[in-house]
């Protein structure tokens, strides 16, 4: 189209720390305080547990700090006024693409995740129509028919992973109602395994990231990519030649054109159906999981959404306008107040184009700088009691009482996440459908780890009881 595609980048491992070194050495002022010297110790606790590091820093250092992480150097700016001010107030200043998203190109391409500036605006205006709310709700019939599906041979009286069970719901609901995909059309390609294979790349510690050649994750990850790229460009293919469009997003992308009359390349469209399908799926399976978690920790609440499910739905299958959050307002506050302690995109990694002013530092231009809403969620005089899962904070009058930046699970401005309207109302639906079933329990002896690359999630899955719904609930 119109505009230049975004610049190449490097993968070479070596080259890519002999760039963050030189880049560093051009730095024109000090960094704030903060833990510099180089640590092993620190560099792991950021890759397996960075949440109390980065709460402890913020203690001792207030809302800006440095912190070196294996060789390279950068910020960490944490608080409602930190995330407004690179969200909001000078998004422009903080490029996605030069920070630690970069990692994610090799997968997912030239994706709106990984792009910045005219470029990402207008991949956001082309998609904008897709999800427009009318959109959305068309998607929830699919929504309930593919959860139904999944749901059939689960009991109460069995177990169930729900993480990894929700895991691959999701893709499927985002292959169907995003995409038109056929699921049965793979060419024997299992496309949800290869997926979750080449995702599987970024769990890994960073060492095995940087490996090259055989048997290395960074090969796996590439033998999954050409396989799905297979079936995608197939599809693309067949659709340009059958001219067959419908109202999915990849239709829409496909016929879309620019101020010139320019279209998109196969290239483009293959890069931003990856990146949504990314996001489609990762961020409702993960706050499904925590959800059910947190609801089997807590009898009163799910109690609560319990009669409200019976009081409004009477045991009938969810429509969309039962699903748009109004109607159930204590499921809305019990997933907001999830997505609170257990936000999917935890991290925003960033590298501030021009220096700027925050927390009486001057930061040069050049540096990395990440907000972090895992850390931002979970302070105290934002949040009393932050570690308890309390839906009632997110009472339409308490949540206006919140301070801007104080809550971003979804982003913000004009990068806020493009999807939310549709995850919103698919994890809705998926939880309407399991509440109508099952009440969760906590499996005995199972301890719940957090993982959180590339989103959170339960580390290793999480097995669940599925129990009678009418069953009495435990005292607490």
């Known amino acids: 189209m119109a505009l230049a595609a975004p610049e190449p980048v490097t993968f070479n491992p070596w080259k890519r720390l002999a760039g963050d070194l030189r880049i560093e050495r051009s730095w024109d002022g000090p960094l704030p305080p903060g833990p510099t010297r180089f640590s092993i110790r620190r560099t792991r606790r950021v890759a397996h547990d960075p949440l109390p590091l980065l709460l402890d820093c913020y203690r001792e250092l207030g809302p800006i700090f440095s912190m070196r992480i294996l060789h390279a150097s950068g910020l960490f700016m944490i608080g409602p006024e930190a995330n407004h001010h690179i969200l909001v107030e000078n998004a422009p200043n903080f490029r996605w693409r030069d920070g630690g998203f970069v990692d994610l190109i090799p997968l997912l391409g030239d994706g709106m995740l990984t792009i910045d500036g005219d470029y990402h605006r207008r991949a956001r205006r082309i998609m904008l129509p897709a ?116 109202d999915d997003i990849l239709s829409l992308l496909m016929q879309a054109r620019d101020e010139d009359g320019g279209g998109y390349t196969d290239r483009e469209l293959r890069d931003q159906l990856m990146t949504l399908l990314f996001a489609g799926h990762d961020t409702t399976t993960s706050t499904v999981s925590f959800l059910f978690y947190e609801l089997a920790r807590h009898p009163r609440a799910l109690a609560g959404l319990l009669e409200e499910q019976d009081a409004v739905l009477g045991g009938r299958a969810p429509e969309a306008a039962d699903v748009t959050g109004e109607a159930l307002p204590k499921l809305e506050m019990a997933i907001d107040e999830t997505l609170r302690l257990y936000p999917p995109a935890w991290i925003g990694p960033r590298r501030c184009v021009e220096p700027f002013e925050f927390g009486g530092h001057r930061i040069p231009g050049g540096v990395p700088v990440s907000y972090c809403s895992w850390a931002s969620h979970r302070l105290p005089e934002v949040f009393p009691e932050p570690e308890a899962f309390v839906p009632e904070r997110f009472a339409p009058e308490a949540r206006a009482k919140l301070p801007k930046g104080a809550y971003v699970p979804f982003g913000g401005g004009s990068r806020t996440c493009i999807g939310m309207r549709f995850g919103q109302m698919e994890i809705r639906t998926i939880a309407t459908l399991i509440l109508q079933r099952v009440r969760p329990g906590l499996l005995p002896g199972h301890t719940m780890r957090v993982r959180q690359m590339p989103t959170l999630s339960p580390d290793g899955g999480l097995p669940m009881l599925l129990q009678e719904r009418e069953a009495p609930l435990p005292a607490g």
Not at 171 to 192: K, P, Q, T, Y
């Open 131 to 246: 999800f427009h709310r009318d959109r959305v709700a068309a998607a929830q019939e699919t929504m309930v028919e593919e959860t139904l599906r999944a749901l059939e041979g689960h009991a109460p009286g069995g177990e169930l992973d729900i993480y990894h069970w929700a895991r691959s719901l999701a893709l499927r609901i985002a292959m169907r109602a995003l995409f038109g995909f056929d699921l049965d059309r793979g060419g024997g390609i299992d496309v949800a395994e290869e997926f979750e294979r080449a995702l599987s790349y970024y769990g890994t510690d960073y060492a095995a990231r940087s490996l090259r050649g055989p048997r290395t994750p960074w090969r796996r990850m590439h033998e999954s990519r050409r396989l799905l790229d297979r079936v995608i460009y197939a599809e693309i293919a067949r659709r340009r030649e059958e001219e067959d469009f419908g």
